[in-house]
């Protein structure tokens, strides 16, 4: 059982580039490792509706990401860049997103940063920027955590006050358990819209 997910993402990574839709949509049959890459379609039908609605025959996808995560096939794909639609008299309102701010000091900002990723990443990936920022993606929701000088900053951003809600907990009350002995405490600040 253990290289059924490997080979399931080196099948996907062949498949997909070729347009195979016929290999993808009948992956439990034709996929070496199917069944243990995907137990329930509902991880990979988002791929079929990516490459369905973003594609046009003869276009290829590209990966933006691609690895095995905890033994798990994870895949991100994209759409071709496409020429801009032109101008819709139906213009979208733009999306609100609610985001907010904790400052914590702290004399070992990396060491508590470093803490959190690794106890979250259990549960939802993380990726590190180029300054040393985390940032984790949970939906249409993103967590960052940020290390300065005798600080450790905490952000959430999200669509809806609920999941903002959700983030700030997430970061806010394991930070404040890790740093119990240090009397870390965590107050978020809600930006105004």
Do not use: C
């Amino acid at each position: 059982m253990g290289r059924r997910p490997e080979a399931r993402q080196r099948e996907a990574t062949d498949a997909l580039p070729r347009q195979d839709v016929d290999a993808l949509i009948d992956y439990r049959t034709k996929g070496r490792g199917a069944a243990v890459a995907h137990p329930t379609a509902d991880h990979f039908v988002p791929t079929l509706l990516t490459l369905g609605a973003g594609t046009t025959p003869g276009q290829s996808v590209t990966t933006a990401f691609d690895g095995i995560w905890h033994g798990n096939s994870i895949r991100s794909i994209r759409r071709p860049d496409r020429s801009p639609r032109p101008p819709d008299s139906r213009q979208e309102a733009p999306m609100t997103t609610f985001s907010s701010r904790a400052d914590v000091r702290t004399d070992a900002p990396a060491r508590y940063a470093k803490q959190l990723v690794s106890h979250l990443s259990r549960k939802v990936p993380f990726t590190e920027d180029a300054e040393g920022a985390w940032t984790t993606l949970v939906g249409d929701a993103r967590g960052r955590i940020i290390i300065g000088d005798d600080v450790l900053t905490l952000r959430a951003e999200a669509p809806d006050v609920e999941m903002l809600d959700r983030i700030e907990h997430a970061l806010g009350s394991r930070l404040e358990r890790f740093g119990a002995r240090a009397g870390l405490t965590v107050t978020w600040h809600r930006d105004t819209h």
